[in-house]
């Protein structure tokens, strides 16, 4: 076996142990439905609180009522 093919594989089987590793800790995403009740994060919205540390971090929980699409829901 040449140099070139023993690093080749090297590599191969490093990248596969790092794959099986990070794998590990890997979580499903959660599966939201119409009727689950869901808390919803503060970052894209704009409230009246002078200080933005001592603002809430999240409103809810809301009811899902509709799926518009796999990552968008109407609460």
Not at 3 to 16: D, F, G, N, R, S
Not at 27 to 51: A, Y
Not at 52 to 65: E, M, Q, S, V
């Amino acid at each position: 076996m040449d140099v070139h093919q023993e690093l080749k594989q090297e590599i191969h089987t490093a990248q596969e142990q790092y794959k099986h590793y990070e794998d590990q800790h890997r979580v499903e995403n959660p599966s939201h439905h119409i009727g689950d009740e869901v808390w919803l994060l503060k970052n894209n919205l704009k409230t009246s609180r002078h200080c933005a540390k001592l603002d809430y971090k999240r409103f809810g929980p809301f009811t899902i009522l509709a799926e518009i699409n796999l990552v968008t829901f109407k609460l």
